[in-house]
C-alpha cells in the first residue's frame, strides 16, 4: 500500500483557494440576479396583474404561493402566481412576508443545510439572512 503525503497548501495557494471561492460565490450571485430580473420582466411584460393589490393582499398571494411551492406536485401556473408575486414585492421593494410561512421557511432552511451540511450552522444561517436580504433589494 502506498502512503501518501498530505499536502499543507502554501499562504499563496490558500489565498488563490480564497479567491477563487469568492469569485464562484460573486458569479452564483450573479446568476440569481439575472435570474430575478428576467423574472420580473416577464411579470412587467404579462401586466403586472398584482400592482393594484395592498401590501396585504400580496403578502397572502405570496404566502399561499410559497406554500404551493413546495408541495410535491407544484404546476407551472402556480409557479407563475408565486414568481409574479415575488416580482410585485421585489417591484415595491417590500420584504418577503417570510412570517407567513414559517413551517415552509424552515423546511427550506434544513433542504439548504443539507446540501451543505460541513458547515456550521450559524454560517448556512448568515448565508441564508444574506441570501435574503439579497432578494429583497430592488434590482435595477
Not at 29 to 38: F, R
Not at 68 to 74: A, G, I, M, N, W
Request: aromatic share 8%; glycine share 2%.
Amino acid at each position: 500500500m502506498i502512503k501518501r503525503r498530505k499536502l499543507n497548501p502554501t499562504t499563496k495557494q490558500k489565498d488563490l483557494m480564497k479567491k477563487s471561492e469568492e469569485r464562484l460565490k460573486a458569479l452564483a450571485l450573479a446568476s440569481v440576479d439575472v435570474a430575478l430580473m428576467d423574472q420580473t420582466n416577464d411579470y412587467v411584460m404579462r401586466g403586472r396583474h398584482f400592482a393594484r393589490l395592498d401590501s396585504y393582499e400580496l403578502n397572502e398571494i405570496w404566502a399561499a404561493a410559497f406554500k404551493k411551492r413546495f408541495t410535491p406536485l407544484t404546476k407551472a401556473a402556480q409557479y407563475c402566481e408565486f414568481a409574479d408575486a415575488w416580482a410585485e414585492l421585489r417591484l415595491r421593494g417590500a420584504e418577503l412576508p417570510l412570517h407567513l410561512v414559517p413551517a415552509e421557511h424552515e423546511k427550506l432552511q434544513k433542504i439548504i443545510r443539507s446540501i451543505n451540511h460541513d458547515a456550521p450552522f450559524p454560517e448556512i444561517d448568515r448565508i441564508n439572512e444574506k441570501f435574503i436580504e439579497d432578494l429583497n433589494k430592488p434590482k435595477n
